[in-house]
């Protein structure tokens, strides 16, 4: 081990470069995840797939027939199919692990004399750590400071009481401790620190720490939603029996007819690859997965991807006042004495402060972490006073009845008498003063006048205490009140825009704070809600669940409200038929969090007990960062309807076509290559050109959807279908009048399918909008289309031109006419479904 850090002078911790090295040469901090799909896991899982067992099977049946040309072929349709999936999915991993290395707990570290957050996983040996209250330890650590310090140790030894820690430095490290028992200087990999403050030095990561040598896994980001698995599950299931007995009949039919059984097994085949919407499970894989990353792009965390598809029916948005509506950027705007002097030190710049506030100011930086992570108490380290040598002896945290913490100084070693300062809320304050019934009511009154004024109030008290034993309660020192201190926390410039968004788009937001009602309606009326229903908690208190119910529905501004408090108006919220965001950083949030549909955890200055009961991550603190996710959620789910409705109306042409010949004794217009083909296009239209759609313009401008509506809602499977139903019904006439008109078998093949084709096309441009123009849609950038589309245009090109590659697909040559009538074929389809777009919009959208 190094040598003892809390020796003298401040913490230095290990170097930057020692911390890199150690990391190349020890690894990172994380456990082994056996689970992690590789691409040859990946490519095992594809080859599995029915589709391709389908293509592998009809490869099969061309070799038993002599026809090695088609059979290779098909292998090698079936080797991209492979290829494809694997790069697609593999992407998808590489996202994904992306994000759990975000989930990863984050730990404060000291490193060349400075903090600062990093990931858990970068965590080296001998790296010195801080802990506090609501922080999981990232890695195991021998203690060296610790003030009133409690673990959870359940998640290593099943107990659920917390323990409690002791600074200890001196240790033999061949008799270190197992998990368990109070009184020990160790913290462990993943316990979670219930109270108190503490630091330590890292002594095991990774795979040596305890939790490794038990071998649990701790990752915690989910991949789908269960909601819509079940649906695209339960559809999937459909298709699949379905397609098999309509596979069966037309192998039975054809042989039965036509008297050639293998001939009838690929049409059979052809016929089930086309009725197998394999898309479905890619597509929502892929959706869930490059949402999360798009989320993350704008410094929000996704850590349960079902938040993606609840983002878009939010109703209600709970937000914190400090820090996410105001810039948690706490200055000193104003201190005030018992006697009502007041000094605002923002207006008397480059003065020292007055001899009469010497003493608040001064206890108020007693009051406060020496080194300061907390905005007020950076605040009030910034008044640059000077000379505080004194050394922390005992410190007393915030309890949820006692608003106050103290901490209890040392102004010279051997010194009789200690020096004792607190800080907290001026009614936990005048509490610990035991101030008389006038002395309250002036307080308050003087609390108003500045809260009116937009400042958050602390009260700050003095005590002195002699002898060695320190009470159980802060309550018990004799303190004297020292005055009120004013901090300003200006507003974000981003939120009154976007809490009129939030207005625009139906969302009710509500403002959730511990300040007093003043202050909460001084910063409501900034951020742009109408501030006039608040709510305190004692009111709160006051009422049961049926009136709180009532409450709910006008109520903008809560104010004085307790942690716990919040779980009582998340679920009173929810008993009205609201779905509720919630945002919230600390321990005592992770109920209300977790009850709330989304729980929103605060990724600077949340711990990680919040951040694990949340759905989502604010990495950067921001509301406006809450309303664009809300953005990119409903756009998400808007494309990933797109593409399901798409994927339906789709297969609807491709299996009529291959079911028509059969059923009317005419030439097999498509086999396994053809449907192939078009799954080679269709695929990457559903999972990438779809998922790179922006968004509609009216995204934020309608309410949220209903939380219970399902994504094939009856409107857009009628809506596929009748897409589906009109390009059938215009390739199988185009299809049937070349035949009538002794059109060479061949020929007819190619102007059928390219007239598919272009019908395709003209799906997906309709597709791309449930409620712009054709003109927008067309102007609308998405250069995943422009390649697939390039790349279709080039190998349909190729199918007519090269003579190998229209011998593959059986196609005899097509004239100027012939082109020009499939194109006016996707044209007029294009057009009769915009034509009828609107009228079925509103069942789209309602």
Request: net charge neutral; glycine share 8%; aromatic share 6%.
């Amino acid at each position: 081990m190094t040598a003892n850090p809390s020796a003298s002078g401040p913490i230095q911790g290990i170097s930057e470069e020692l911390a890199q090295s150690r990391l190349k040469s020890e690894g990172y901090n994380e456990l082994p995840q056996p689970d992690r799909r590789t691409p040859l896991r990946i490519a095992i899982e594809v080859i599995r797939e029915p589709m391709l067992m389908l293509l592998l099977a009809s490869g099969a049946i061309y070799t038993v027939l002599g026809d090695m040309t088609d059979a290779l072929v098909l292998l090698a349709l079936a080797s991209m199919s492979v290829v494809i999936t694997v790069v697609q999915e593999s992407r998808t991993e590489r996202v994904l692990e992306a994000l759990r290395d975000l989930t990863s707990p984050r730990a404060l570290v000291i490193r060349d004399g400075q903090r600062k957050r990093i990931a858990g996983r970068e965590v080296v040996r001998g790296d010195i750590i801080a802990l506090g209250e609501g922080d999981r330890a990232p890695a195991d650590a021998v203690l060296f400071q610790a003030h009133d310090l409690q673990a959870d140790e359940s998640l290593l030894t099943g107990e659920s009481v917390p323990v409690r820690k002791v600074a200890n430095y001196r240790f033999d490290p061949s008799r270190l401790q197992r998990p368990g028992g109070d009184d020990l200087p160790f913290v462990y990999s993943g316990s979670l620190i219930v109270r108190g403050t503490g630091i330590g030095e890292v002594i095991a990561i990774g795979a040596a720490s305890e939790i490794g040598k038990i071998g649990h896994s701790l990752s915690s980001l989910e991949i789908a939603p269960p909601r819509l698995q079940r649906q695209i599950r339960k559809l999937v299931q459909a298709f699949a029996i379905f397609g098999g007995i309509v596979c069966v009949f037309a192998v039975l039919l054809y042989g039965l007819t036509r008297g050639d059984w293998l001939e009838g097994v690929l049409a059979g085949i052809a016929l089930g690859m086309s009725l197998l919407p394999e898309e479905f499970p890619v597509v929502l894989t892929v959706f869930m997965a490059m949402g999360a990353w798009r989320i993350s792009r704008e410094r929000v965390l996704t850590r349960r991807a079902a938040a993606i598809e609840t983002l878009g029916a939010a109703t209600v948005l709970c937000t914190d006042k400090t820090g996410t509506l105001t810039e948690n950027r706490m200055s000193i705007a104003e201190l005030r004495l018992k006697n009502g002097k007041v000094f605002r030190p923002d207006k008397a710049a480059g003065k020292k402060i007055p001899k009469d506030f010497q003493q608040l100011a001064e206890f108020g930086v007693l009051a406060s972490a020496q080194a300061p992570v907390d905005p007020m108490d950076r605040a009030f380290h910034e008044l640059g006073l000077k000379g505080l040598q004194h050394r922390l002896v005992h410190a007393y945290g915030l309890r949820p009845g006692l608003l106050a913490m103290s901490q209890v100084w040392e102004k010279e070693e051997g010194a009789k008498h200690f020096i004792v300062a607190a800080k907290g809320a001026p009614e936990a304050i005048a509490d610990l003063c035991h101030l008389s019934a006038a002395d309250r009511k002036a307080l308050v009154d003087t609390l108003d006048a500045m809260a009116a004024e937009g400042l958050r109030v602390l009260g700050v008290a003095r005590a002195i205490f002699t002898g060695r034993k320190w009470p159980t309660s802060q309550r018990d020192f004799n303190f004297k009140f020292a005055g009120l201190v004013g901090l300003a926390d200006p507003i974000r410039p981003s939120v009154p825009a976007a809490v009129k968004e939030c207005q625009t788009a139906g969302i009710k937001v509500i403002m959730i704070t511990g300040d007093y009602p003043a202050t909460a309606k001084a910063i409501a009326q900034q951020a742009g809600l109408d501030p006039e229903d608040v709510i305190t908690g004692d009111h709160l208190r006051a009422m049961n669940d049926a009136e709180l119910g009532q409450r709910v529905r006008s109520a903008t501004v809560f104010a004085r409200i307790m942690p716990e408090q919040k779980l009582r108006i998340v679920n009173a919220l929810k008993s009205i038929g609201e779905v509720v965001a919630m945002t919230g950083d600390g321990v005592n949030d992770a109920p209300s969090l977790k009850a709330a549909h989304i729980g929103v955890a605060m990724g600077g200055r949340g711990t990680d007990v919040a951040r694990e009961a949340s759905s989502i991550v604010l990495l950067d603190d921001d509301f406006g960062s809450i309303v664009k996710t809300i953005r990119l959620g409903r756009r998400i789910y808007d494309n990933l309807r797109k593409a399901m409705g798409f994927v339906i109306a789709v297969h609807v042409p491709i299996a009529g076509l291959a079911l028509l010949p059969l059923l009317f004794g005419l030439p097999i217009l498509f086999g396994p290559m053809h449907i192939a083909f078009l799954e080679m296009v269709i695929d990457p239209v559903c999972s990438l050109v779809f998922e790179n759609e922006t968004e509609e313009e009216d995204v934020m401008r309608r309410p949220p959807r209903g939380p219970e509506e399902p994504l094939f809602s009856r409107p857009l499977i009628g809506w596929s279908l009748l897409q589906g139903a009109l390009s059938l019904i215009l390739v199988a006439a185009i299809f049937l009048a070349a035949t009538q008109r002794g059109m060479p078998e061949n020929e007819v093949r190619a102007l059928a399918f390219f007239s598919l084709v272009m019908t395709i096309v003209g799906l997906i441009v309709v597709n791309r909008s449930f409620s712009a123009s054709i003109a927008t849609a067309l102007l609308r950038p998405n250069l995943t289309l422009v390649l697939v589309l390039a790349a279709v245009s080039a190998i349909l090109g190729l199918t007519l031109l090269w003579p190998f590659a229209s011998g593959l697909f059986r196609f005899g040559p097509l004239h100027f006419d012939d082109l020009a009538l499939t194109l006016g074929a996707g044209v007029f389809l294009l057009v009769a479904l915009e034509i009828i777009k609107p009228v079925w919009r509103r069942r789209l959208l309602a």
